[in-house]
């Protein structure tokens, strides 16, 4: 069946480090990718998206990388901060004819200061 | 400049009442869409609106579901007969284009029922 999945539940790092949170994911007809970022009490945001004809997309300090030859995606924030300690879901369409976005399960990022 | 919102924002529930949650998307926005988030899981999909066209329900876990736009704006999930397990967050979003199955998707704050 389709999943995605993430390696690691939860992550801590210093303040002003970088952060890097990978997924997995099993549909290999997935065509696009998202990262959201959901902090306690709301819903998630979004961060950054790539289409699956690029292996690389750089936002605001935000970087994502997709080798589909593994079929992995993974987050980097550069010189992480307080304010980006949450749950990191990556999401994949599916690549099917609905409209379904499917969600990981999720990755705890702890900003230490 | 309002985002999505959605009504309540709590709501507790006896086994067997029945449950509606509102959702507001943003003003223009084509598309919509609802989620069930579980305690410690990512958001499951449960059904997509294109203006008020539900162009996929497969993600609606039981026949106990049902969500309605009848005008294309304000969306309501309809719970029948809560059982326990409904408890979770429900989660909406809109996007502003429709009949894609990419772009931005700008959500709410969820609702959560809890079903005693």
């Known amino acids: 069946g389709e999943s995605v999945g993430l390696h690691l539940p939860t992550l801590s790092v210093q303040e002003g480090d970088n952060s890097i949170i990978n997924c997995a994911y099993s549909n290999s007809a997935s065509d696009y990718f998202i990262w959201y970022k959901q902090e306690s009490g709301k819903g998630p945001q979004f961060i950054i998206d790539?289409?699956?004809?690029?292996d690389k997309r750089q936002g605001q300090r935000v970087t994502v990388l997709l080798n589909k030859t593994v079929k992995h995606l993974s987050l980097q924030i550069a010189a992480t901060q307080p304010g980006d300690s949450a749950v990191y879901f990556c999401?994949?369409?599916?690549?099917?004819?609905?409209?379904?976005?499917?969600f990981g399960a999720g990755t705890r990022l702890f900003v230490k200061a | 400049g309002a985002g999505v919102s959605q009504s309540p924002r709590y709501k507790v529930a006896k086994r067997g009442q029945d449950v509606a949650l509102r959702c507001d998307p943003i003003?223009?926005?084509?598309?919509l869409f609802w989620y069930q988030q579980a305690l410690g899981q990512g958001p499951e999909f449960l059904t997509y609106?294109?203006?008020?066209?539900?162009?996929?329900k497969s993600g609606l876990p039981s026949d106990r579901f049902f969500a309605e736009r009848p005008e294309g704006s304000v969306s309501t999930l309809k719970i029948q007969r809560t059982q326990q397990e409904d408890s979770a967050v429900y989660l909406c979003?809109?996007?502003?284009?429709?009949?894609?199955?990419?772009?931005?998707?700008?959500f709410g704050p969820g609702t959560r029922l809890t079903v005693l």
């Open positions: 790539i289409r699956s004809n690029m």
């Open positions: 003003s223009g926005h084509v598309s």
């Open positions: 999401a994949e369409n599916g690549g099917g004819g609905g409209f379904k976005t499917i």
């Open positions: 979003a809109s996007s502003l284009v429709g009949g894609r199955r990419e772009g931005e998707q700008f």
């Open positions: 609106f294109q203006n008020e066209a539900q162009l996929d």
